[in-house]
């Protein structure tokens, strides 16, 4: 059975930083592509950032881009995402998920793309 699981959210100070790990089981990570899409309360869900399946193809929100980094170990079978200089606006429930990517290059940048999602874990920056 095919499952994502993130882990790695908590409480940190403005400026802080964070990793979010997405650990998959019950498929091969190396053919599907990857999504981080964040919930906040009252806020539609909205995309993050994506990596292809083969990691060499990544997408960012502007929001996010210069202080977020995406990447997967296919071997660990685990995609990752380094949250740095985070900000207040940045608290949200944060998702990975996950589709068949028709090619090792191909991004998918919609929620509705991703057929698989994980539970997601709380990020919360504050004072």
């Known amino acids: 059975q095919l499952q994502l699981v993130e882990s790695g959210g908590g409480l940190v100070q403005p400026g802080g930083s964070l990793r979010l790990s997405c650990a998959a089981s019950g498929f091969i990570l190396n053919n599907y592509a990857i999504g981080w899409f964040r919930q906040a309360p009252g806020k539609e869900r909205e995309g993050v950032s994506c990596?292809?399946?083969?990691?060499?193809?990544?997408r960012y929100a502007e929001s996010v881009k210069g202080r977020f980094t995406i990447s997967r170990d296919n071997a660990k079978t685990t995609v990752y995402l380094q949250m740095n200089s985070l900000q207040p606006e940045d608290t949200a429930v944060y998702y990975c998920?996950?589709?068949?990517?028709?090619?090792?290059?191909?991004?998918?940048?919609?929620?509705?793309?991703?057929?698989?999602w994980g539970q997601g874990t709380q990020v919360t920056v504050s004072s």
């Open positions: 990596i292809s399946a083969s990691g060499g193809s990544t």
């Open positions: 998920a996950a589709r068949v990517a028709y090619t090792s290059g191909s991004i998918y940048l919609g929620q509705y793309d991703y057929n698989y």
